[in-house]
């Protein structure tokens, strides 16, 4: 967050209190004792520990990336104490480098990883199953279904972590992280860390030594499935209607109770590994078995590869949600039952997508970049994302945090013969470029590609909502901390000093001029815009405008600005003097969301747009 | 279709227009009468000017935090289109308290979608009550547009399963702690609402005969 936080004291012990599963797992964190948490920002993730840093005792900060915020935790849990790290599912592409190793080592003080899956992509690239590490890093995993679950796992998981010096996973999905229901919270038990054992054949992970653990694990990998089939996580509901009975995990478990009130279920929440013969025992008590698991067959393999019957992703979508409407239908087919419909189809309305922000500095940059043509943009990820969409269609991929450089770099490389003439960009945000992006620019620079890189600096994790980075010379809790001075670290990575810009994105002209020319030049240049999000306090509003609606020709150039302040009010058909039809679309300005940037008065031919008149009472742009 | 038991309120609107907000409030009234509640968004990237839909599910025990289509007791509409955008989550012949103010987004300036002629009656027309108002030129008189969603919480304040005051005290609870100097306007903003409401109804059964 940009302001610094109040530090508060937490609600007493025995409160009912209404939190999100992020709360909730912030709040058993805290209670757990834990010393260090450590996390990048990415929905649904994120508030979990931006409320951790809210509480007293615990270090928390915003790692550069989940790598770094894993191997924050791994070092405070090899001198003992209890640390936790969280991350939305991809960020565990990035950390696991580092998880593939921990697990042949473990830990001595309790470490838990919470991964929250988007599953429903609401805000996400993909939608993969964090629940494929647990299986992959031989480590347990545990599956709240909603944020009571969640406080109460998150406390075991630390305990379970020590007892079997593993770290565990907690598999949280969006419709956990950001729901919110009633939890009973408890007090804050302090735990004091035993300090680093000095113990090379277990912390330094030679072949030698990695080989020796590797047997370690296996034999873990037997007490792990032997405390599952015994764990008060894995329970089951006997139900009275035998026709199916279900084995379920995660929020997909309370859809079933929901949906299938007098259905015998097996709710996994310690889901690997796998109970079996729990599995075995509850599934001979039922006529069909089906596994409702978001998102991949993953218990459902296991259980087949096991010899027991079961049905899942055969009668089941393999993306998305397993809600109530999802389930229904497809039970309902399974017992030959008449399909229940919906009872009216849904009104045809327009998409609304997510749109930048009222004078955002990104709507500068992409007005501009969608003046020039002959040019191929490799995008990232943040909210300058949007930039592929209306009115400015100018971003042409995006794959992974950091990747617009080495696409940049490839797309430049692998030129083809329609390509030869084309200029290449790479759009990248401050945060994403610490996060991953230096080194992709260090390659770019080290093997002579020509790329022009704009690197939209707005001083904050922007989409995430505004929290903090080594960029933006504040800590997790608003203090004041280092910050990278972007000029120096692109030139210190080899790119000339005289192929460095630092722009304001509101000035048109001089952005236009410099992308313009760099983009010329084949080899290696850095753009840096250096206006701050707008949803930051270091964001200055001035003094909005309206149109003057007898002056506006309705050239409708400001319109291409894409501010959602601006709308059209009319629209006609016009035959210039060239004999060419054009639309004219005539405009007006919602005054009382306009902070007065001024992108869309720099485009106006006739002057029409002005400062507005804040003696007259302020209206509503009506349609 | 669902337990009787459980109240199901759907509020839907855009970001930034605090509808997530006014869904809190209305979860912390209903647990301040003793009851289990669930509450749950589905709001897209975490960026101003998306869609937002949040479910309220509260009664003696709540599981699932969705509502199925065709279920809900209640819809808050805080923007006219996403009012009729949501309309099929409500029972057949439900209420639907609408704010008719448009919010136009970009895709319809750049005239690549069109803005649904009237929401109203395209509602009115598959059967559902609907109490419509302009909260936010009420919110507008009183001062400040973000009172908009208070507004709309006093327009809900009559058709919930408990006694207006609740709900008042839930708000008032919330900006004495955070921003003491809006409690009053904030009670007059949900009494505003409270009267749109009443008079919409009013209209609508003077409409009728």
Aim: aromatic letters at 6%; glycine letters at 8%.
């Amino acid at each position: 967050m940009a302001a610094v936080m109040p530090q508060f004291v937490p609600h007493p012990a025995s409160s009912r209190l209404l939190l999100s599963g992020n709360e909730a797992v912030a709040r058993a964190v805290w209670e757990s004792g834990c010393k260090v948490a450590a996390a990048y920002p990415g929905t649904p993730s994120t508030e979990m520990l931006e409320v951790i840093s809210t509480y007293p005792d615990i270090y928390s900060e915003w790692s550069v990336n989940e790598k770094v915020s894993l191997e924050v935790a791994i070092g405070a849990a090899f001198a003992g104490s209890r640390s936790f790290c969280c991350m939305k599912h991809v960020g565990m592409n990035v950390a696991s480098d580092a998880l593939m190793t921990l697990t042949l080592t473990g830990v001595i003080g309790g470490l838990v990883i919470a991964i929250a899956d988007d599953v429903g992509l609401s805000s996400s690239q993909n939608e993969q199953d964090s629940r494929y590490w647990g299986r992959f890093a031989h480590v347990p995993l545990f599956e709240p279904a909603d944020s009571q679950e969640a406080y109460a796992m998150t406390k075991l998981a630390f305990d379970f972590s020590e007892k079997f010096q593993v770290p565990v996973i907690l598999r949280l999905t969006t419709r956990i992280n950001h729901v919110k229901c009633l939890v009973t919270v408890g007090t804050r038990e302090p735990h004091l860390g035993a300090g680093f054992q000095k113990e090379p054949a277990r912390w330094v992970m030679t072949p030698a030594g990695a080989g020796k653990r590797i047997p370690l694990m296996f034999e873990r990998d037997k007490t792990l499935r032997a405390e599952a089939e015994i764990s008060p996580l894995n329970t089951i509901d006997n139900g009275s209607d035998k026709r199916v009975g279900f084995v379920a995990s995660g929020p997909a478990w309370m859809h079933v109770r929901e949906s299938f009130p007098n259905a015998p279920v097996l709710k996994l929440g310690f889901s690997c590994p796998v109970p079996l013969e729990k599995v075995r025992a509850f599934a001979a008590t039922v006529e069909k078995l089906v596994v409702v698991e978001e998102v991949e067959p993953l218990v459902e393999a296991e259980l087949k590869a096991a010899g027991i019957e079961c049905l899942g992703k055969d009668i089941l979508p393999r993306q998305g949600e397993l809600a109530p409407n999802v389930l229904k239908p497809a039970i309902a087919k399974l017992l030959g039952e008449p399909v229940p419909v919906g009872l009216t189809a849904p009104a045809q309305v327009f998409p609304r997508p997510p749109t930048m922000c009222v004078a955002c500095p990104h709507l500068g940059v992409y007005y501009t970049l969608a003046q020039i043509k002959n040019l191929t943009i490799s995008g990232d990820i943040g909210c300058y994302t949007l930039g592929a969409g209306h009115p400015w269609n100018a971003l042409d991929t995006t794959i992974s945090m950091g990747a617009s450089m080495g696409i940049a770099l490839g797309l430049d490389k692998g030129r083809g013969e329609s390509d030869k003439d084309k200029r290449i960009l790479a759009v990248i945000g401050d945060s994403t470029f610490l996060h991953m992006g230096m080194q992709g620019l260090l390659d770019i620079v080290y093997n002579g590609g020509n790329v022009t890189v704009l690197l939209l600096d707005n001083r904050a994790v922007g989409m995430t909502g505004g929290q903090s980075n080594p960029g933006t010379g504040r800590n997790i809790h608003g203090q004041e901390a280092p910050r990278v001075n972007f000029a120096k670290l692109v030139e210190s990575l080899g790119v000339k000093q005289e192929r460095i810009h630092v722009v304001d994105p509101y000035q048109l002209p001089v952005l236009f001029k410099t992308i313009r020319e760099e983009i010329k030049i084949p080899e290696v240049s850095v753009i840096i815009t250096d206006q701050p999000c707008v949803l930051i306090d270091d964001y200055k509003k001035q003094k909005p405008y309206e149109v003057l609606e007898d002056k506006c020709t309705g050239c409708g150039n400001c319109v291409d600005v894409g501010c959602p302040a601006i709308h059209v009010t009319r629209r006609e058909k016009a035959i210039k003097p060239s004999g060419k039809e054009v639309e004219l679309q005539f405009v007006k300005i919602e005054t009382s969301v306009c902070t007065g940037c001024s992108l869309c008065v720099q485009p106006c031919a006739p002057d029409a747009i002005v400062h507005a008149d804040l003696t007259k009472p302020m209206r509503l742009v009506r349609h | 279709m669902s337990d009787q038991s459980i109240t199901n309120i759907l509020v839907v609107g855009i970001g930034g227009q605090g509808v997530m907000t006014a869904t809190e409030i209305l979860a912390e009234a209903a647990i301040a009468l003793g009851h289990d509640a669930k509450k749950t968004e589905v709001a897209g990237m975490a960026q101003r000017g998306g869609v937002v839909s949040s479910h309220l599910r509260f009664g003696p025990k709540v599981l699932s935090p969705q509502i199925m289509a065709g279920t809900a007791d209640l819809l808050v509409g805080f923007e006219s289109a996403e009012t009729l955008r949501w309309c099929h989550y409500l029972k057949p012949g439900a209420l639907v308290l609408m704010n008719t103010a448009r919010l136009v987004p970009p895709v319809v300036d750049l005239g690549l979608y069109d803005y649904p002629d009237d929401p109203l009656a395209e509602i009115r027309a598959r059967g559902f009550e609907v109490h419509a108002f302009d909260a936010m030129a009420i919110a507008l008189e009183l001062g400040d547009v973000r009172l908009g969603n208070t507004v709309m919480l006093g327009a809900m304040a009559d058709h919930l399963p408990f006694p207006p005051g609740v709900l008042l005290d839930s708000i008032l609870k919330r900006f004495s702690a955070r921003k003491p100097h809006m409690v009053e306007v904030n009670r007059k903003a949900f009494e505003a609402g409270r009267a749109a409401d009443q008079a919409a109804a009013h209209n609508k059964a003077t409409e009728a005969a």
